[in-house]
């Protein structure tokens, strides 16, 4: 079964939603980078946060039978990555977020409204 880009995306918003991520933002990148159609982007306010947020989004993937196809930064919990096929979810803690400003260097991409 193959899963749609746009579901990968609700399925990581919704996760991230429930574990109380903040300033959430979806880029649509589609048209713009090879890379990914979606980035999802937010932060937690402690490293427990941050791999909370990780954990759900993998967990949830998962149970649709989607393989991650990486995952980075857990340990230190300062900045996540996690690639799901077409959507790549960006997961900092609040200090790094505002230092790399990811929004800023995408500011081409889209920002997606009601996920």
Known sequence: MTIKPEELLNIAVEAAEDKKANDLVV???????????YFVICHGNSDTQVQAIATEI???IHD??????GLEGMD??????MDIGDVVVHIFHRDEREYYNIERLWSDAKVVENV
């Not at 880029?27 to 159609?37: C, F, Q, Y």
């Not at 649709?64 to 196809?69: D, E, I, S, T, Y």
């Not at 230190?76 to 990555?81: I, K, N």
């Open 27 to 37: 880029l649509d990148l589609r048209g713009i980078s090879l890379v990914a159609d």
């Open 58 to 60: 993998r967990k949830r």
């Open 64 to 69: 649709k039978g989607v393989a991650l196809r």
């Open 76 to 81: 230190a919990a300062r900045w996540v990555l």
